[in-house]
């Protein structure tokens, strides 16, 4: 065989397992989920106690099925409902390092009706460095949750606290993203930041990235002052897309993340449920869903 048709061969067989691995993900569900990303560029601002509190609260409404994407190495999502998980089989950064990236192989049951969530991965501190040496890395977890888009309703990614390549990538995969901001002045600035990388990833990317609403967190009653400062600031830079919804300091909420519980399991009737079940009716108007939060959460 001569050089060029070994080359030619290579190239042929190249191409050949490209387009069988594009047919070994099939479009199996019929649902057509919206993917929110959570994403704070402050840590402790309540980023992951809203993505499992919401999660929970839109599982709650009648025929919606809620999944939960942790891409986020201190795996905290699992922490905060640990007394609910099962084992998977799979973690999410062996679906992003290897060819054959479908999410739904690390798709798990919580225990909570129409509540999934993918399994806790320490590996993504490691998987975030090796995303940098691939080929379209913003765009590997689009593609991975492809199928979980037919399967589900909602679907909410926690993200990292930065914006290294996995939160890129959530934000590419998402249609809309919600931005939790504690009453501080750091927390505040990484607002201004994150919606500057929306922009960029929209301009740059193609993306239609749209953001769901900045959520003002950890609302203490007893620090007014600094609360209309910074609530303020926030009227006044973003104007509508601050949520109304606010989400207080809660003992009920910390002690229930520590129980491995969601809040509603815990305490249903705490200022901490209250409030998750005002943001759950505020995004559902939001997306404009044809859905309302059950009363009996």
Known sequence: MSRSSGVRSLLSASLSKLRNHSDTIPITGKRTATVIAVSAQKGGVGKTTTVVNLGCALAETPDTRVLIIDIDAQGHVASSLRDNLRPGRTSLSE???EERRDVMDAVVDTGIENLHMTTPDKGLAETESQLSARVGREYILKSAIANARSHF????IDCPPNLGNLTLNALVAADMVLIPCDMSILAF?????LLATVQTVNLRLGQRLDVMGILATRVDGRTRQINDVIGDALKDNYGELLLETQIPINSA????QAAGLSIFQFQNRSRGAEAYRA????VVNRLDMSIQPSASL
């Open 253 to 256: 909420l910390a002690k229930a």
């Open 279 to 282: 943001l759950a009716s505020e």
């Open 95 to 97: 679906i992003l390092l």
């Open 153 to 156: 309703d909602v679907i909410l």
């Open 189 to 193: 600035e990484g607002v201004a930041d």
